[in-house]
């Protein structure tokens, strides 16, 4: 069974950056689709980057030229590198994999205070 383990978040002021960082304990190399998604208090899930096993990469708009997201098949790892943070960023973050269903990481809270 496949685990997904976040980290990196943490608190940061606005204009800051963090890199979130997703390890899977098994190879990603032909996962199709990896990628982030948050939830703010109070909101939906929402889906902030994906990554997939041929090269591409998108971010939600919301986060568009602040936000890489990028995969270390080596590594077996994902990454969320995050500049320029909004106080609006603050979630928790949740890094997926899907693997015929989707699996999920446990979370990791990211805070930006203004």
């Known amino acids: 069974q496949v685990q997904l383990v976040e980290s990196g978040g943490g608190s940061v002021q606005a204009g800051g950056s963090l890199r979130l960082s997703c390890a899977a304990s098994i190879s990603i190399f032909s996962i199709n689709l990896m990628g982030w998604y948050r939830q703010a208090p109070g909101k939906q899930r929402e889906l902030v980057a994906g990554?997939?096993?041929?090269?591409?990469?998108n971010v939600a708009d919301s986060v568009k030229g602040r936000f890489t997201i990028s995969r270390d098949n080596a590594e077996n790892t994902v990454y969320l590198q995050m500049d320029s943070l909004k106080p609006e960023d603050t979630a928790v973050y949740y890094c997926?994999?899907?693997?015929?269903?989707?699996?999920w990481g446990q979370g990791t809270q990211v805070t930006v205070s203004s």
């Open positions: 997926f994999a899907l693997i015929a269903t989707m699996r």
């Open positions: 990554s997939t096993s041929g090269g591409i990469t």
